[in-house]
């Protein structure tokens, strides 16, 4: 009986790209040393891949409500500068420059409720924010000339209601801020 031997299409080695002629179908190397740099080279995104993952678990596993609010904040703020760019000062009325802050008309730490309310937040000056602790008389007028007074009414009422946010809500709040950042950040 007569064995037919195909012969095999050449390929180009993984490692050194060398054009060579297989001697197995399912092989990728053409010396015995690239194939030792390959399953090296396998081995190592394995074990990158794994890394991460461990590391995602074991983060999402520690974390607070209190270090995720300090993530959705941070996409929250950095929505309201985008938002606001090119704006005057909500206090002062006068062109912002330098560093711009988010500034919120009711406090996060005390007004739960209208933490991340968009009417609540607006772009501030420093001077304004952080050393004229919001200038919040003038802040009003400002609010009123931006949002009208219905609105500035309304986020009157709720601003004082308790509110608890839990971790999957806060996620869910970080995660619609960051893809409204990345929109903005595109237009």
């Given at each position: 009986?007569?064995?037919?031997?195909?012969?095999?299409?050449?390929?180009?080695?993984?490692?050194?790209?060398v054009l060579f002629t297989?001697?197995?179908?399912?092989?990728?190397?053409?010396?015995?040393?690239?194939?030792?740099?390959?399953?090296?080279?396998?081995?190592?995104?394995?074990?990158?891949?794994?890394?991460?993952?461990?590391?995602?678990?074991?983060?999402?596993?520690l974390l607070t409500l209190?270090?995720?609010?300090?993530?959705?904040?941070?996409?929250?703020?950095?929505?309201?500068?985008?938002?606001?760019?090119?704006?005057?000062?909500?206090?002062?009325?006068?062109?912002?420059?330098?560093?711009?802050?988010?500034?919120?008309?009711?406090?996060?730490?005390?007004?739960?409720?209208?933490?991340?309310?968009?009417?609540?937040?607006?772009?501030?000056?420093?001077?304004?924010?952080?050393?004229?602790?919001?200038?919040?008389?003038?802040?009003?007028?400002?609010?009123?000339?931006?949002?009208?007074?219905?609105?500035?009414?309304?986020?009157?009422?709720?601003?004082?209601?308790?509110?608890?946010?839990?971790?999957?809500?806060?996620?869910?709040?970080?995660?619609?801020?960051?893809?409204?950042?990345?929109?903005?950040?595109?237009?």
């Amino acid at each position: 009986m007569k064995t037919i031997v195909k012969q095999l299409k050449d390929k180009k080695c993984k490692v050194c790209s060398v054009l060579f002629t297989p001697l197995r179908p399912l092989q990728s190397c053409c010396t015995w040393e690239c194939s030792m740099l390959y399953a090296k080279e396998l081995n190592e995104k394995k074990e990158k891949k794994e890394w991460k993952q461990r590391k995602a678990k074991l983060k999402s596993e520690l974390l607070t409500l209190q270090d995720y609010i300090k993530v959705a904040q941070s996409h929250f703020n950095a929505y309201i500068n985008l938002r606001d760019k090119g704006k005057d000062c909500i206090s002062c009325f006068k062109p912002i420059k330098g560093r711009v802050n988010a500034s919120h008309y009711y406090n996060s730490n005390n007004h739960w409720n209208v933490r991340f309310n968009e009417d609540n937040v607006h772009s501030s000056c420093i001077t304004c924010n952080q050393y004229l602790s919001g200038n919040l008389i003038e802040y009003r007028k400002g609010l009123i000339n931006r949002i009208g007074f219905e609105r500035l009414e309304h986020l009157e009422s709720i601003a004082n209601v308790t509110r608890k946010f839990t971790i999957d809500e806060v996620k869910e709040i970080a995660e619609i801020y960051k893809q409204k950042v990345k929109t903005l950040k595109n237009t």
